[in-house]
């Protein structure tokens, strides 16, 4: 576990999940959804490309259709952005350590099925973000090795699981019987990793 070591005077410790479904999934129990910007415009996107394929290459037409499709992606980023920063900045400023789980990020965009979600999220960006924030407001940031079994650890007993897809979107214990959502599983597992 790599941590930088400052304090604001809060001493709450929070495990943050990040996932797919879900923005962050907070050990409080607290999830935070992801704007999503690119599945909600991608169609309009597309269509604006695909009105644009036929047309002269430097007319005003086509400058005109390129400002739009550039002014979309623009828009598209900003909201991500703005989520990211709200996301970043309430777990700076409100807990004393946040703990993240070391994602590999470019070895998950390899997989195309989730590449898309991926990046619409900006997993990347949340961890930048948190760590210049944790300095700005005095929190600490402990970020945990990407191995750690955090979603396959039962948060209750400690039993730990040898298999779990990614399709189990709960996680029942076999030794202490407790059904969890299985990224708040996880989100609790990384807060207890560092208390």
């Avoid at 989730?114 to 961890?127: K, N, T």
């Avoid at 970020?143 to 298999?163: A, I, L, Q, Y």
Wanted: aromatic fraction near 6%; charged fraction near 25%.
């Amino acid at each position: 576990i790599d941590t930088q070591i400052q304090n604001n005077g809060n001493t709450t410790v929070v495990g943050v999940d990040l996932g797919v479904k879900a923005l962050a999934t907070l050990s409080t129990g607290e999830v935070i959804e992801g704007a999503k910007s690119y599945r909600t415009f991608k169609k309009k996107l597309s269509r604006l490309q695909w009105l644009n394929r036929n047309k002269i290459i430097g007319s005003n037409n086509w400058k005109k259709a390129q400002l739009k499709i550039a002014w979309l992606h623009k828009k598209i980023a900003s909201i991500r952005k703005d989520t990211i920063h709200k996301l970043t900045s309430l777990l700076a400023k409100n807990h004393g350590t946040v703990v993240i789980e070391d994602l590999n990020v470019s070895g998950m965009m390899k997989n195309h099925k989730l590449a898309g979600v991926i990046s619409d999220m900006g997993f990347y960006e949340v961890r930048r973000q948190l760590e210049y924030k944790c300095k700005l407001y005095g929190s600490k940031l402990a970020v945990v090795d990407r191995w750690f079994p955090s979603s396959k650890t039962c948060s209750n007993c400690g039993h730990k699981k040898e298999v779990l897809s990614l399709r189990e979107r709960v996680f029942d214990c076999e030794k202490c019987n407790i059904k969890i959502d299985r990224d708040l599983n996880a989100a609790i597992n990384l807060c207890k990793a560092v208390s």
